[in-house]
């Protein structure tokens, strides 16, 4: 497998142009289209007719939230002009996150950045990025909105349970991580199940894509403490990529997720790939 399709998630936060860069670098190296898109936040229009002088200001802000969106395409067609694949620009209308899920599923890679608390821009929908990692039907490939990133996968972590979920993200990545080095953390939780497979499994289908790597343990204990285990035992192997599995259920906006998928969702160092 390869990815001949990359979509990153662009809206206005300032973190959005490092994310693209990343993108554009994966796109490069491995002659895939670029898709640029574009979905940020949309207030209810509701909302606006609760106040006085409602026309003036739904039409202000709807001028508004429109300069901003020429802003951040003018910027992805200069910075991808002369790349040397393909490319496009999309915008959705409507309702942000049913769109972008939509939008989404075409791609072979989705490329999105963390929820920043700190910047209001970075706010598209509620759960917007949980939403997209359980429901897209496609790996994320997720950017901490907290430091600098060249393109991941030279060192990667990966998450090993055995289950359906490690499974599927582990051979999502192998785009990323062929040819690297990996470490498997086998990280069995309380309730795992029989036919959970082996670590060494893993082990032999990443040799099989030429990544060297090795096996580490953790102790069963909380999601919380899996999840924290995860990203110290990361930080000590110098990777630049955690690979694992998604958990969570619920429908659209009304999402449960796993502890661990919370942990490093909220709390996350380097990027992570993720797969449900």
């Known amino acids: 497998m390869e990815y001949t399709s990359i979509m990153v998630h662009l809206d206005t936060s300032p973190r959005a142009l490092d994310r693209l860069e990343i993108a554009a670098r994966l796109a490069v190296a491995r002659h895939a289209r670029l898709i640029g898109l574009f979905s940020g936040f949309m207030p209810d229009p509701a909302w606006f007719y609760l106040m006085e002088g409602a026309a003036t200001y739904v039409d202000e ?8 969106r020429e802003n951040v395409r003018r910027r992805f067609e200069a910075a991808t002009r002369d790349l040397g ?9 409507g309702d942000p996150l049913v769109m972008a899920l939509r939008e989404a599923r075409e791609a072979d890679l989705i490329v999105a950045g963390q929820y920043d608390p700190a910047d209001p ?6 759960q917007f990025l949980e939403t997209i990692v359980l429901d897209s039907g496609r790996p994320v490939l997720v950017i ?4 600098k990133f060249t393109v991941p996968g030279a060192r990667a972590m990966v ?3 055995g289950g359906r979920e490690a499974t599927r ?8 991580i062929a040819g690297g080095e990996a470490k498997v953390l086998c990280a069995q939780g309380a309730g795992a199940r029989p036919d959970a497979s082996l670590p060494g499994h893993a082990v032999a289908a990443l040799a099989n894509h030429g990544v060297r790597a090795d096996i580490d343990y953790c102790q069963a204990g909380s999601d919380l403490a899996i999840g924290e285990m995860l990203l110290s035992r990361a930080a000590d192997f110098g990777a630049d990529l955690v690979v694992m599995g998604a958990y969570g259920r619920g429908r659209l906006r009304e999402l449960v997720l796993g502890g661990v998928t919370r942990t ?7 990027p992570v790939l993720m797969s449900h």
């Open 61 to 68: 802000d709807r001028q508004r939230r429109g300069d901003s």
């Open 144 to 147: 901490p909105f907290a430091g």
């Open 169 to 176: 993200a582990l051979h999502d990545a192998m785009p990323l």
């Open 85 to 93: 694949v393909d490319t496009e620009w999309r915008a959705v209308e």
């Open 264 to 270: 490093l969702l909220d709390t996350m160092t380097v």
């Open 159 to 161: 998450a090993w349970n």
């Open 121 to 126: 821009d970075s706010f598209v929908a509620t």
